[in-house]
């Protein structure tokens, strides 16, 4: 079994006297559970897992019942515990506080892994009753050098189907492929992982915005035209807090404009970027045929996984990730990394595209380094791999 390198970050983090909880967190479908469970197998010591992702466990007791398991496990030494979707539970930060809390007192070496699939929905919990006592490790959606590893992939097969690793084995079956990505991914995302454990007053709404999102990825639209391609229309500060809920769950994103100023940021048009390219083409009906001959299409198949990668690269490292655009004058994204900025043209497309804003961005800040992925510039896969890039 292909393991992700986040895996032996768990597995050393278990390792070392117990000191801080581990809390997993990550979008649906990207081997959070399988990796835990893997690592857990390997681990000197007695484990326990269990699942909150039913509605007959809500409720502290079952915390406490799980817990009371992995003592029990341990029989004075040590035992790991991880509980899988516990956001899902009332009050569950609380309740794990003073478990967690008594074991400290009383000497108990029970190490404790938290999982959730949305680091926006276990955030609250975490930051209201365990401060101090937790680190986050963040799993990301799967690169292109994953999937060559895992899978065999090549570029053209990864920008179509995406990276989920349980729909690999349905690649050799597009409608059955895309109704696994659609009925159990998507769907699940939004109705139990958004519109159950989160209050949104406008659920159609919502929706709407996650397909327009899809279909317009990559495209600067303002709030306002978003308003009126939508029919259960709200207002903009409804739309952002959307996005915002959109891509703590792992689906798709709103980027904003680079300006050097945060305060300007906060009030430009967003850059519609899907967090998995799979989104895209799973509600497009196209074929990989169709899809990837298309040279418009591939090309914003492109521009959305490199997109994709930088926004899960800046999940785990210090770097932020924006657009620019001024006048006529664009810029696909701009990279802020620590005492550096990246001015990043995507060339994705079969037919050459011409980009006059490198220059305009560079005039606007001389400091800044150009980078050029695709045509003549760095490779596609070299980028995507990480061969060659930043």
Known sequence: MYRRPIDARLAQRLAEPRHLMQCVAGPRQVGKTTSVLAVLEKFDAATHYASADSPATHSGAWIQQQWETARALGRGGTAVLALDEVQKIPGWSADIKALWDEDTRAGRDVRVVLLGSSPLLMQSGLSESLAGRFEVLRWTHWTLSECQEAFGWDLETFLFFGGYPGAAPLVGDVDRWRAYIVDSLIETTLSRDILLMTRVDKPALLRQLFGLACEYSGQVLSYTKMLGQLVDAGNTTTLAHYLTLLEGAGLVAGLQKYAGSAVRRRGSSPKLQVLNTALMTALSRRTPEQALADTEWRGRLV???????????????????????EGGSEVDFVVETPG????????????????????AFLRRYPSARPVLVGGDGIGIEDFLTGRVGL
């Open 303 to 325: 521009e959305s996984a490199v997109g994709a990668y930088l926004l899960s690269r800046s999940v785990t490292e210090s770097l932020a990730l924006n657009y620019w655009r």
């Open 340 to 359: 550096e900025v990246f001015a990043i043209e995507v060339k994705g497309g079969l037919a050459s595209r011409h980009h006059s804003g490198t220059a």
